[in-house]
T-cell receptor, first 115, second 114 residues
Framework: DQQVKQNSPSLSVQEGRISILNCDYTNSMFDYFLWYKKYPAEGPTFLIS?????DKNEDGRFTVFLNKSAKHLSLHIVPSQPGDSAVYFC??????????????FGKGTLLTVNP | KAGVTQTPRYLIKTRGQQVTLSCSPISGHRSVSWYQQTPGQGLQFLFE???????NKGNFPGRFSGRQFSNSRSEMNVSTLELGDSALYLC?????????????FGSGTRLTVV
């Protein structure tokens, strides 16, 4: 049972345009969501996160939107740059309550930004 | 400050053998988590340790085990290796281990089972 889904295995965009990566979840207990960027043979690097009490969080070119009723989040990258080309993972956790110590990841979306 | 260090970076083992992977967390971090990344399954949670105690375990067979030492360094062991154990094994350290907050990942150990 895949609780976090990234339905697009890949996405290709032109440099300077917007990249939108999507993620859906099924477990309503999740209250903290993260996006990671990963290059081959490296560990994931944290990009941005959002708590379930918010619906938007912004950090420079990266914005994450959360729609709790739809159990959907998205990562917007504006403007996209060739250096953004990597695999992006969506992850979720139950951060409150102090008894859950794991992340549940989606399978990732390969973003390619073409010059 | 130094990041999360995983050793070795690459490993080739034969089916049936066992393997031990090591993870040194960021100084001051007491939580270490382990994840397996495979092309078909993405990143899957193995286990999490805090102050030498395993607090959470993923859905992996008993062949996968781990431990944490008093200096917070952690090891994971896989016994009786199978071809399907070929993967990138990642560890992450954090102060509290709570829900991904403040996690820093290492570069991983690439295990190939032949």
């Amino acid at each position: 049972d895949q609780q976090v889904k990234q339905n697009s295995p890949s996405l290709s965009v032109q440099e300077g345009r917007i990249s939108i990566l999507n993620c859906d979840y099924t477990n309503s207990m999740f209250d903290y969501f993260l996006w990671y960027k990963k290059y081959p043979a490296e560990g994931p690097t944290f990009l941005i996160s959002i708590s379930s009490i918010k619906d938007k969080n912004e950090d420079g070119r990266f914005t994450v939107f959360l729609n709790k009723s739809a159990k959907h989040l998205s990562l917007h990258i504006v403007p996209s740059q060739p250096g953004d080309s990597a695999v992006y993972f969506c992850a979720a956790s139950k951060a409150s309550g102090g008894s859950n110590y794991k992340l549940t990841f989606g399978k990732g979306t390969l973003l390619t930004v073409n010059p | 400050k130094a990041g999360v260090t995983q050793t070795p970076r690459y490993l080739i083992k034969t089916r049936g053998q066992q393997v031990t992977l090591s993870c040194s967390p960021i100084s001051g971090h007491r939580s270490v988590s382990w994840y397996q990344q495979t092309p078909g399954q993405g990143l899957q949670f193995l286990f999490e340790y805090f102050s030498e105690t395993q607090r959470n375990k993923g859905n992996f067979p008993g062949r996968f085990s781990g431990r944490q030492f008093s200096n917070s360094r952690s090891e994971m062991n896989v016994s009786t290796l199978e071809l399907g154990d070929s993967a990138l094994y990642l560890c992450a350290s954090s102060s509290t281990g709570t829900g991904g907050i403040g996690y820093t990942f290492g570069s991983g150990t690439r295990l190939t089972v032949v």
